[in-house]
């Protein structure tokens, strides 16, 4: 990753640093839009901690966090910030959560930093630059049959159990090695990079929940494309499939479309 862009990582340590220090407290919950949809202390403060340091760096670019909403500056440049991807893992204790910022210009995304705090773990990527974990190239499983795959469902909160159970439904059809369900879709992207599962479909999810961990996998050789096999578009409440290879995508397709 460029120099100009290592900041990025700092702020994400910064926010992860945070999230250290409050993980496996008995924090109080605040619901937003309905029970599942919730922030804690830990959420703002490790977004503070973020914020912090981008904004002394590059004083300039617009904000968009999930927390803090929209700021406009004027600029080309966006900052897709998710303080606490993985919310409720981090709340009953389990450390499959992380940090997650992207660096927009445009339309597109130029750089993406996932931080997973209590692991160490920074899985990062630069348009055209290739992804990293702790600086180590990454890529894609080459695992092309689907039985041996492994698949990650990600809904919105809106989702109702009814659609889960028929999209549940659908993929025993394709007898993938496993399907799961992490409740955190930027760490979903960052395995998917790093070869430990071939799949991950998505219904709606933010995108401040996957910005990052799109162009991490992209450039770790994926692919991401919506229901239809074109292009997806970076859209709130998009639904999409981000996947190793064209032949895990036509067997998924099967059950999507």
């Known amino acids: ?12 340590k910064a926010g992860g640093a945070i ?23 830990a ?5 503070r901690a973020i914020l912090e340091v981008l904004k002394k760096e590059y004083p300039n670019y617009n904000i968009y966090s999930e927390e803090d909403g929209k700021t406009n500056n004027g600029s080309e440049y966006t900052f897709v910030i998710d303080p606490l991807d993985g919310s409720n893992n981090f709340v009953v204790g389990v450390p499959n959560f992380s940090v997650s910022i992207a660096l927009t210009k445009g339309k ?8 997973q705090p209590i692991l160490d773990r920074v ?42 159970g028929q999209m549940m439904k659908n993929l025993e059809t394709i007898e993938a090695k496993r399907v799961f369900y992490n409740w955190s879709v ?11 599962m071939e799949a991950i479909i998505n219904e709606g999810c933010e995108v401040y929940d996957y910005l990052a961990g799109k162009i991490i996998a992209k450039e ?6 919506d229901f239809s096999g074109s292009e997806e ?25």
């Open 186 to 196: 930027a760490m979903d992207f960052c395995y998917l990079a790093s070869g430990k």
């Open 19 to 41: 999230l250290r220090q409050y993980f496996g407290q008995d924090l109080a919950i605040e619901e937003k839009s309905m029970p599942a949809d919730f922030f804690t202390k």
């Open 233 to 257: 578009k970076d859209e709130n409440g998009s639904k999409f499939v981000a996947v190793n290879n064209r032949a895990i995508f036509d067997k998924l397709l099967k059950i999507l479309s």
């Open 108 to 115: 597109n995304i130029e750089a993406g930093v996932i931080y």
């Open 220 to 225: 770790a050789g994926a692919l991401i494309l």
């Open 43 to 47: 959420d703002t403060e490790s977004e």
């Open 1 to 12: 990753m460029e120099e100009k862009y290592l900041k990025i990582i700092e702020a994400a």
């Open 123 to 164: 899985y990062y990527a630069q348009k055209g630059k290739g992804a990293f974990l702790n600086g180590k190239k990454i890529s894609v499983s080459r695992e092309t049959d689907s039985k041996r795959a492994g698949i990650s469902y990600v809904a919105s909160y809106g989702h109702d159990a009814e659609d889960y």
